[in-house]
């Protein structure tokens, strides 16, 4: 499996500074999380944030051990596999000199005294000899558009399998801000709790820090539940093997600094574009095939006939009037070889406007993934909150609603910054 590059394994040429790593902590027991976290305050979560904002380079796993794995077990690659050397053997049938025909008679004659007469005789038939040429160079044409479709079949199952990585990124990602932002309500709960016993607060700020817990609980177990069925898919992709992926930092996205240049390359990298050439071509073979089956057959071969007192043996030769069998062959050859020609001119046009899309897309997100940064970086508000929520200038809702634009903040980022991965998939798709 290849690298997200291309033209000297890089794809892109202005590296995207923004990628996602956060360290995994296991959180098993409530009593673990009160242990390890009873001092948590919200410069850890900055901590955190300046970790996700700085990646160190260290992956918990690589897509692509993930996706080497995969293709030695999917079984609906095996299938495909084994479907194309049929394929492949179906292309070679028919292309060689029909079977001989052999032929007795055996006739008694009336009346009897005329005695009895045999016939022998074995003849081959085959076409004008040039089309054994062409039938062969069609089904080696053939062979390789089956080796193309199952190559495609193949990067597209890739495809499906690093889509599925890609979102558990994110999702790992965002499990880690999840599991930080649920520590922090236990450790606001668990304060609330004690200063309503104290008489500090009424009963409505209690429940309101009880309900900031609760969401932010549901949220971390909504996240999980959705990393499980990816997981699933995964090892559904995998044969039914289960797959461990923890990985939480995005490769680095970079962009070419001219989009026509790398397409000229990718060009010839682009298995479609490759079939539609291929097809122009099996049916400019078809046309000259067409006009060969027009010309004559032939047939020859031996024969003998024997009769009482009488023997004759010789060979037999024979050829086929082209009159009728073979017609409009040729111009339907021809017909089908222009279609060709426009699909093959259509899917050039179509590729190149949708990469062109992807690419220009992939341009704004970048933009707009610095801006989100240089956002992130710039606030500094949060030892000022804590102290205004500890100091009582701010109530506990608007606390929580300052923290939580911050926190809609990040998960913009992450989310920008996974559909950015998911186009640079969609543009490294014959890298696979």
């Not at 479609?272 to 032939?298: C, H, R, T, W, Y």
Request: charged share 25%; with cysteine; hydrophobic share 40%.
């Amino acid at each position: 499996m290849s690298n997200e590059t291309l033209n000297t394994r890089n794809y892109f040429d202005e590296p995207l500074s923004l990628s996602v790593f956060v360290v995994k902590k296991e959180l098993t027991t409530k009593s673990q999380r009160h242990q390890g976290f009873t001092k948590f305050t919200y410069q850890n979560i900055v901590k955190v944030i300046f970790i996700l904002l700085f990646p160190l380079g260290i992956s918990a796993q690589n897509i692509e051990s993930v996706l080497s794995e995969i293709e030695s077990n999917n079984t609906t690659l095996r299938a495909y596999r084994n479907l194309n050397e049929a394929q492949k053997l179906e292309n070679k049938t028919g292309i060689y000199l029909e079977n001989p025909e052999v032929g007795f008679n055996y006739l008694w004659g009336d009346p009897s005294s005329m005695g009895e007469r045999k016939d022998f005789s074995v003849t081959q038939s085959f076409d004008f000899p040039t089309a054994y040429g062409i039938k062969k160079k069609i089904a080696n044409a053939q062979n390789e558009q089956s080796d193309l479709e199952f190559e495609l079949q193949r990067k597209s199952i890739l495809y499906k399998a690093k889509t599925i990585c890609n979102e558990l990124i994110y999702l790992n990602a965002l499990n880690d801000i999840l599991s930080e932002r649920t520590i922090h309500a236990e450790d606001i709960a668990k304060a609330y709790n004690k200063k309503f016993e104290l008489g500090e607060i009424n009963i409505l700020d209690k429940n309101k820090a009880q309900f900031n817990l609760l969401n932010a609980q549901k949220e971390l177990e909504a996240n999980e539940t959705e990393s499980e069925v990816l997981l699933a898919g995964l090892a559904a992709l995998n044969g039914g093997n289960p797959v461990t992926f923890e990985q939480n930092i995005f490769a680095a996205v970079n962009l070419p600094l001219d989009f026509s240049t790398w397409y000229s390359d990718y060009e010839s990298k682009n298995i479609v574009l490759q079939q539609a050439v291929n097809d122009v071509g099996i049916s400019e073979k078809q046309i000259k095939l067409s006009k060969a089956m027009s010309l004559p057959k032939f047939s020859g071969g031996y024969m003998s006939e024997s009769v009482v007192g009488e023997s004759f043996k010789g060979v037999s030769i024979g050829m086929s009037i082209p009159l009728w069998e073979n017609k409009n062959t040729v111009k339907l050859a021809t017909a089908q070889q222009q279609v060709a020609l426009e699909l093959a001119n259509d899917t050039k046009i179509q590729t190149y406007n949708q990469l062109k899309g992807q690419y220009e897309k992939a341009l704004s997100l970048q933009k707009t993934l610095a801006s989100y940064r240089e956002a992130l970086q710039s606030v500094n508000s949060s030892d000022l909150l804590k102290k205004a929520l500890d100091g009582g200038e701010l109530s506990l809702i608007e606390y929580m609603l300052e923290l939580t634009m911050y926190y809609e903040t990040f998960d913009k980022f992450l989310s920008i910054e996974n559909e950015l991965n998911q186009l640079a998939a969609g543009l490294y798709f014959f890298e696979l």
